[in-house]
Every structure is written in structure tokens, then in C-alpha cells.
């Protein structure tokens, strides 16, 4: 029998039978990609903004206020966290620790609990912040773009939002994202 | 009925009903048009959960405040992003999304047509020179009667 070398059939490239084969690889990887992608993860539009202005009263002090115009020329962390968010408790040691080694000041932002029971958490698993600022509506977790604490900025000496978190903040993050970031942050005047 | 006209200034009574419901519709329809970030698959207007409470006061609040449907919506994109939109805005990085599944329906609807076309086409085509000698060929080596 003679080897086939020519085309069967006239005028069709024998390797027209691949296309399926190309075009199911091609699918696989496109859905492989989008599959490996996190939905819970949404791009946050705030990064590369100026920080939203607000007022709200102190966690542990009422009658004192937080605005984040205080903060003007340093490199800071806002830590959106509250007494009901079971994740937050998985990052407070991380957040203790960075607290500790006195990087960056770390203010926190008490979302949607009551005084008490912020005040009542923080004292149970330690306070990283030089102070919360206590959001009982809201408001400015909506402001921010929080949909799910815990969620962590990185907010430079002009008042602009240049790392969002979202989640849990683990120590490869604070080595990986934050500290490096921090370090440039730093340099800029 | 002085009382009657002062009273529900002072305890900060609802507006009248007939207000309300105009307000709720507008609220409802604006609802429906943004994604719960918590429960992805639902707008703030079919979700419970309190995000979703909290954004359709804001809609709420801000509608009531005289804020347009348009501002409201622009207000959500710049804190939450594009996904906060039920209904994917169309631009260049959701063209595949909006367009993709009718290209591939079109093509593969294509494909078929063709495909049956040439099986009806290629039955009545006559056979090439070349053709007809390597059916002899194959005839002959197969050992069968020749036609």
C-alpha cells in the first residue's frame, strides 16, 4: 500500500481536523484562568485616590474625635474590623505584631458594632491601634467601599489610598505587600 | 388643628403615604440595577444581607435627598467598581462578555450549515482523474471484480 502524503480529499489541508482540537484548548485555558480568579475579590476603584474625609467619635473616647486629615504626612494603615467578624480574629495577631515593630501608626475603623462590644474585643485580643475610630451606621465603611471585614488600606503622607486589602491580612502580605510598600511610601515627601 | 399640622413636624413622622410609594418605586428600580458585594448573584433589592440593607438606605437617603438616579449610581462605581453594576456596563473589557456567546452560536450555527451543504454537495460530485485511478487501484489490490 502506498503511504498517504497527498490530501484525501482535493483542496483541504489535512490539517483542518486540529482546528476542534485548537479551538478546545484555547476555551480550556480561557475558563482555567477565569476559574483560578477570586469573585470575592473585587478591584477596589479607591486605590490611587484621595482617602474619603470623615468625623467620627473614638472607640474608647466619645467625646474625641478621629479625622483622617489628622494622619497628613505620615504613612498610615486604616484596619476596617468589628467584634462580630470571626476572620478579623485570624489577622489581629498579625496586626499586634506589626503594631509592635512600630512601622507605620495602625488606626482602626470599629464597623457596624456597638461601643461596648468593640471596646469589650479589642480588650480581649490585644490593640494594635493608636486608636479606632468607631463607625456604628456604617456610613463610612460604604464610603470606603467596605463590603466584607476585615479589610485593610495603606494610606500615603498626602492623604491617598494606595493599597487595599481585602480579607484577611496574613504575614506574607505584610512582608510581600506592605512593608515594601511602606518603605517607598516613605521616601516620598 | 394647629396640633394636627404641628405634631408630625416635631416627632419626625413619615412623609405622607402617597410620597413613599412614589419614593419606594424609584428605590426599588435603582435596587435593582446594583449587585449585592456579600451574595454576588443578587441585587441589594433581592438580597438580605446587611450591606444590601445598608446600600438601599443609601439609594433611599439619597433619592430623598434629590440626588438623580445617574449620581447615585456614579456615587457606588467610585467605591465599589464596575461589578457593583447588575448589568455589566458595555466597554472594551466586557465586549467578550456581551459578545462572545452569540459570535460562538453564530459560528458554530455556521459550521453546521456548512457542513451539511457539503455533505449534500459532495455526494453528486463526480469523480477527478486522479481519483477514479486510485479507485481502480484500490479496487485491484482489494482483489474485488472489476465494475
Same mark, same amino acid.
Given at each position: ?189 | ?104 452560536? #453564530? =459560528? ?8 451539511? !451543504?457539503?455533505?449534500? &454537495? %459532495?455526494?453528486? $460530485? /463526480? #469523480? =477527478? ?8 487501484? !484500490?479496487?485491484?489490490? &482489494? %482483489?474485488?471484480? $472489476? /465494475?
Amino acid at each position: 500500500m502506498t503511504t498517504e502524503n497527498a490530501p484525501a480529499v482535493e483542496g483541504r489541508s489535512k490539517w483542518r481536523f486540529l482546528l476542534p482540537l485548537a479551538a478546545f484548548l484555547a476555551l480550556a485555558v480561557l475558563l482555567g484562568v477565569g476559574l483560578g480568579l477570586n469573585p470575592r475579590e473585587v478591584p477596589s476603584p479607591l486605590v490611587g485616590k484621595p482617602a474619603p474625609q470623615f468625623e467620627l467619635p473614638q472607640l474608647h473616647r466619645a467625646d474625641a474625635k478621629f479625622s483622617p486629615d489628622e494622619m497628613r504626612g505620615k504613612v498610615w494603615m486604616l484596619n476596617v474590623w468589628a467584634s462580630w467578624c470571626v476572620a478579623c480574629r485570624e489577622e489581629h495577631p498579625v496586626l499586634v505584631q506589626l503594631a509592635k515593630s512600630g512601622v507605620m501608626p495602625i488606626i482602626g475603623l470599629n464597623y457596624k458594632d456597638k461601643r461596648e462590644d468593640g471596646i469589650a474585643w479589642l480588650a480581649r485580643f490585644g490593640d494594635p491601634y493608636q486608636l479606632s475610630a468607631h463607625d456604628e451606621k456604617g456610613q463610612v465603611g460604604i464610603d470606603y467601599g467596605v463590603y466584607g471585614v476585615p479589610e485593610t488600606y495603606v494610606i500615603d503622607k498626602a492623604g491617598v489610598i494606595r493599597y487595599k486589602r481585602i480579607g484577611v491580612v496574613t504575614p506574607q502580605i505584610v512582608s510581600q505587600k506592605i512593608l515594601p510598600l511602606v518603605s517607598e511610601l516613605n521616601r516620598e515627601k | 388643628m394647629l396640633l394636627a399640622v404641628v405634631l408630625p413636624a416635631a416627632a419626625g413622622e413619615a412623609a405622607p403615604a402617597v410620597t413613599d410609594a412614589a419614593l419606594e418605586k424609584r428605590v426599588m428600580a435603582l435596587s435593582e440595577e446594583l449587585r449585592c458585594l456579600v451574595c454576588q448573584n443578587q441585587t441589594i433589592a433581592d438580597s438580605h444581607a446587611p450591606l444590601a440593607v445598608d446600600l438601599k438606605n443609601q439609594v433611599r437617603e439619597k433619592l430623598a435627598s434629590g440626588m438623580s438616579e445617574r449620581d447615585i449610581i456614579d456615587y457606588m462605581v467610585a467605591r465599589y467598581g464596575d461589578f457593583v453594576l447588575y448589568r455589566p456596563p458595555v466597554k472594551i473589557t466586557t465586549l467578550m462578555l456581551w459578545f462572545g456567546p452569540p459570535l460562538l452560536l #453564530l =459560528s458554530g450555527l455556521w459550521l453546521f450549515v456548512r457542513t451539511v !451543504l457539503r455533505r449534500r &454537495a %459532495g455526494k453528486s $460530485r /463526480p #469523480l =477527478s482523474a486522479a481519483e477514479q485511478a486510485r479507485v481502480r487501484t !484500490l479496487l485491484d489490490s &482489494a %482483489g474485488g471484480d $472489476r /465494475p
